[in-house]
């Protein structure tokens, strides 16, 4: 009972949330991802390829995909909450792909993706810092037109 | 012959690791896209763990260079009118397709998601096209 209750309490869940923030920081200063040299690096095949990415995401996959098959698939509920917040979302329409393409394209062109920006904003960079705030401004672009959307449809 | 990208591996299993651990712990998914537009319109019992897990990131790029890790001096991209296109082009298109690299790179996939998988090939040509245009042409 007392584990049951440690382990569901907000303060332990809390807790994991920033160690798995931690880690994650970690990992993108450790895999160099926050190095957008690194990224156009690998995005440039047809220059001096840098493969450093394919590694970056094959470390990722070769951990996750074990544990999310072997415990979180047979798990009913997170150990720390009442359920999964997974999406059931299946579906590949325009707007995934319309996304995808605009989302690669801006990727391109700085070779920072929301990860890298939001682990270097501590190094207070100038282009670093108005590229999470013009991300955030496109977060919001599109929360506005999908709520005009619905009040009109 | 250079050397086998070591850090890259590692840094990837680390990035595995958390987003392991979001999932198992919290049933959460990892995808920084997604952690960071939720806190926009933050729905009830949505921002906090939101708040906590990128301050996490902050944290870490903070302990990081104690491990001889550090951010880097300058970024390639000249100009901040193109840092602000390139920004506004992320958060369009993340937001529309509900994920980065994380969150359909590696949480997708990593579930053999069927969405992620091609969202993921297509940002990927999407933006190796980008990079070859911007480089080569």
């Known amino acids: 009972m007392l584990i049951q209750t440690i382990l569901s309490s907000a303060m332990f869940t809390r807790l994991i949330t920033l160690i798995a923030g931690v880690l994650f920081g970690l990992g993108m200063m450790i895999s160099g991802m926050v190095d957008p040299v690194n990224v156009i690096g690998f995005l440039d095949i047809t220059g001096d390829w840098n493969p450093s990415l394919m590694f970056v995401m094959g470390g990722a996959l070769m951990v996750f995909m074990p544990i999310y098959f072997l415990v979180v698939r047979r798990l009913d509920k997170p150990v720390c909450d009442n359920e999964f917040k997974i999406t059931t979302n299946n579906t590949v329409d325009p707007k995934l792909l319309t996304g995808a393409t605009l989302f690669g394209i801006g990727w391109g062109i700085a070779g920072v993706c929301p990860g890298p920006a939001v682990t270097s904003l501590s190094g207070g960079n100038l282009a670093i810092v108005a590229f999470t705030l013009s991300m955030l401004i496109g977060f919001f672009i599109v929360v506005r037109i999908e709520s005009r959307h619905e009040n009109v449809g | ?137």
Not at chain 2, 24 to 47: C, D, H, T, Y
Not at chain 2, 94 to 101: E, I, V
Not at chain 2, 108 to 125: N, W
């Open chain 2, 1 to 137: 012959m250079s050397e086998f990208p070591w850090d890259a591996l590692r840094g990837g299993m680390l990035l595995g690791l958390s987003a392991a651990l979001l999932l198992v712990m919290n049933g959460r998914i990892a995808g920084i896209s997604g952690i960071l537009s939720g806190l926009l319109k933050p729905q009830k019992g949505e921002f906090g763990w939101r708040a906590t897990f990128i301050l996490g990131m902050v944290i870490a790029s903070l302990l990081a260079p104690m491990l001889g890790f550090e951010l880097p001096l300058d970024l390639p991209v000249a100009s901040i009118p193109m840092v602000v296109l390139a920004g506004l082009l992320v958060g369009i298109g993340t937001k529309l397709g509900n994920g980065c690299t994380s969150g359909h790179g590696i949480c997708g996939m990593g579930r053999l998601s069927k969405r992620s998988i091609i969202a993921t090939c297509v940002f990927m040509v999407s933006a190796i096209a980008t990079t070859f245009v911007r480089l080569h042409i």
